[in-house]
Every structure is written in structure tokens, then in C-alpha cells.
């Protein structure tokens, strides 16, 4: 069984707070994605890293997947009230399985 | 709107009812998946079609739990005999043929409580 480890599990931080939040396996993924996830609602699609060592960026949001595959970082520069939610982690093994193993995510709360 | 929609929205029943869900998925996505979401953890893969194949189940899917997809498109989750403990939310996605990345695009959920 996969597991994809994500801390921390709570974040609470000032408007302006640069913040990094991780997550990590012993498995190894083919894929990774990071979603972000309000209340009551679906998860929605934030980046899909694909490549070892990748690096993508998306606004103040930065996404790194380890050279291994087996782990990730978002790093968000300069927070804002609008990132308030949960960001969940999801990783593809491949090899004819299309399910995603999910880790029970980082609920991020920006004060302003 | 042409993401994926999930209907109904939130669904309220007593013990021993039988519910039924749907999908419908982005168009032209051949894949659907089905996730289970408790209270402060992530998603837990369901079930997984390819067109109207169904490919995958996990062990999560027990015998009072039936998913269709007859036609291809949207999809239905059946669930006989509702126990407190099916009480979650019920999440759908949908990906693209040929996506190697398998990136997977959410629906809203449908949000069961059984009584």
C-alpha cells in the first residue's frame, strides 16, 4: 500500500508569511498532483509534476518533486487570505493503475 | 460549465435506504473515477472505468456498493443498505484519453449523512 505522508497538518500564518508544506512517501510515483480543496467542495487541480527534481511554478506558488519521485513541496511566497483551504497531495504509481493515493492533507488558514 | 458535475449535491437518508448517485464527466473524458472522502482525510480511490469498462475496485467497494457507466458517459453509484459508516462525501473525477500524466479533474461532491 502507498502512503504519501503530508505535514503539517495544520498551518495558521500571518497575511505576507512565505510557508512551505511537504509531502512524502517510500514509494515511488509516476506522477504527482496538488490540489486545493474548500469546504464542502471538490478537490481542485493545482499542478501535475511529472519529471525528478521539477519544478513548477504557478503565480506565488512553487512545486517541486523530489529527484526520486517519491516526495513533493509547495512553497507559497507572500500568503493571502485567498489560500486559505486544505491542499491535498496525490500520487499515480502507473504501471496499469489509474487510482491516485491521496495524503490526508495540510489545512492552511492565512489571517489577515 | 463544462467541468465535471455530480448530482445531488447533498443527500440525507435513514439506515437501511438505498441511494444512488451521479456523475457526469468532463466531455469527451473516457476515464471516471470514484473516491470516498471522511472527515479530515484525503480521497480513497473507489472504482475506475474506461469508457464503459469498469477496471478497477478497490477493497473499499464492498458488495452493497454497485457503480455503472452503461453508456460511457455519465456514471451512476449505488449504494443498498446504508449504514452509518457509508456517511461521507462522494467524489467523482474524470480524465482525458491519452493522458499520460493521469491529472484527474474533480467534481463537487456529493455529501451523504445517513441517519
Known amino acids: 500500500t502507498q502512503l504519501l505522508e503530508q505535514s503539517p497538518q495544520f498551518l495558521s500564518i500571518q497575511e505576507g508569511e512565505n510557508l512551505t508544506v511537504y509531502c512524502n512517501s517510500s514509494s515511488v510515483f509516476s506522477s504527482l498532483q496538488w490540489y486545493r480543496q474548500e469546504p464542502g467542495e471538490g478537490p481542485v487541480l493545482l499542478v501535475t509534476?511529472?519529471?525528478?527534481?521539477e519544478v513548477k511554478k504557478l503565480k506565488r506558488l512553487t512545486f517541486q518533486f523530489g529527484d526520486a519521485r517519491k516526495d513533493s513541496s509547495l512553497h507559497i511566497t507572500a500568503a493571502q487570505p485567498g489560500d486559505t483551504g486544505l491542499y491535498l497531495c496525490a500520487g499515480a504509481t502507473g504501471a496499469g493503475s489509474y487510482q491516485l493515493t491521496f495524503g490526508k492533507g495540510t489545512k492552511l488558514s492565512v489571517i489577515p | 460549465d463544462t467541468g465535471v458535475s455530480q448530482d445531488p449535491r447533498h443527500k440525507i437518508t435513514k439506515r437501511g435506504q438505498n441511494v444512488t448517485f451521479r456523475c457526469d464527466p468532463i466531455s469527451e473524458h473516457n476515464r471516471l473515477y470514484w473516491y470516498r472522502q471522511t472527515l479530515g482525510q484525503g480521497p480513497e480511490f473507489l472504482t475506475y472505468?474506461?469508457?464503459?469498462?469498469?477496471?478497477?475496485k478497490s477493497r473499499l467497494l464492498s458488495d452493497r456498493f454497485s457503480a455503472e457507466r452503461p453508456k460511457g458517459s455519465f456514471s451512476t453509484l449505488e449504494i443498498q443498505r446504508t449504514e452509518q459508516g457509508d456517511s461521507a462525501m462522494y467524489l467523482c473525477?474524470?480524465?482525458?484519453?491519452?493522458?499520460?500524466?493521469?491529472?484527474?479533474?474533480f467534481g463537487p461532491g456529493t455529501r451523504l449523512l445517513v441517519l
Open positions: 472505468f474506461q469508457n464503459e469498462a469498469q477496471l478497477e
Open positions: 509534476v511529472v519529471t525528478g527534481g
Open positions: 473525477a474524470s480524465s482525458p484519453w491519452g493522458g499520460a500524466q493521469e491529472t484527474q479533474y
